[in-house]
């Protein structure tokens, strides 16, 4: 009795396509899962507050000079050109105005991009000069230099041309 030998004429299994392919979704799982590790180690999340019952404390604080705006009847009109931001405030009879106030712009997500303004009268309204906002919506917040009131509102850049910001009480 006589075996026939057989001859493989099969190739050798790298030089095939299937484990090659079979083994590329693993790898590519592992390269996906090393990129995203590394942007959440290497990027920062400024939305997210470490310490939460001191963050409410202060939030309280923030309210009560939001009220004490509504108490002085403050009223503002906010102007944001290119270059420049004017600010007219109003407030009830016999509340005198501050000789400074404190304009904070911040944008809603990228706290690299905020500006904080100390505005100065000129000729009855408080300007300072500002960088370049980018198209978009900002947060506006507005206090005297003491922090005895604040005001917030937004602007819509560059559609709005004047917003007009009054405190509410709570």
């Known amino acids: 009795m006589r075996v026939a030998s057989l001859k493989s004429s099969t190739e050798p299994w790298y030089r095939q396509g299937w484990p090659w392919f079979l083994m590329a979704i693993p790898a590519v799982s592992v390269v996906a899962g090393l990129v995203t590790l590394w942007l959440a180690v290497s990027t920062w999340d400024g939305l997210v507050v470490d310490d939460y019952y001191q963050e409410g404390k202060t939030i309280e604080k923030t309210l009560a000079r939001s009220e004490r705006a509504a108490e002085l009847g403050l009223v503002a009109e906010l102007s944001v050109r290119s270059d420049e931001v004017s600010l007219s405030l109003t407030a009830a009879a016999g509340v005198t105005l ?30 300072a000069p500002v960088a370049p906002l980018s198209a978009g919506r900002w947060l506006i917040q507005m206090e005297d230099e003491s922090r005895g009131w604040r005001m917030n509102g937004t602007v819509n850049v560059p559609a709005d041309a004047v917003v007009r910001i009054v405190p509410t009480r709570s």
Do not use: C, E, S, Y
């Open 98 to 127: 501050p000789p400074t106030v404190v304009l904070t712009i911040a944008h809603p997500t990228r706290a690299g991009m905020d500006q904080v303004l100390l505005l100065k009268p000129r000729d009855g309204v408080f300007v």
